[in-house]
């Protein structure tokens, strides 16, 4: 179901509008996400490590994920 990981690199914009998760709790532990490779992908990333690396979805890994998710 993963797509790819990949390091920050010219597939991804830089001027990605990264979200944080609305399930963060100022732990210091919450992901963000964001439309990765002209929007055809989903990216993921640790909000400690914003340069670090992405995990990016695609349309259907990422609906299965959140479903997923949902189930817990």
């Known amino acids: 179901m993963i797509e790819n990981v990949h390091p920050r690199s010219a597939s991804v914009p830089t001027r990605a509008i990264w979200r944080t998760?609305?399930?963060?709790?100022g732990g210091g532990e919450c992901v963000q996400v964001a439309h990765v490779t002209h929007a055809t992908q989903t990216g993921v990333r640790d909000s400690k490590l914003t340069n670090g690396p992405i995990q990016s979805f695609g349309a259907a890994a990422w609906t299965?994920?959140?479903?997923?998710?949902k189930r817990d």
């Open 64 to 69: 299965a994920l959140l479903s997923e998710l």
């Open 21 to 25: 998760s609305s399930y963060s709790n």
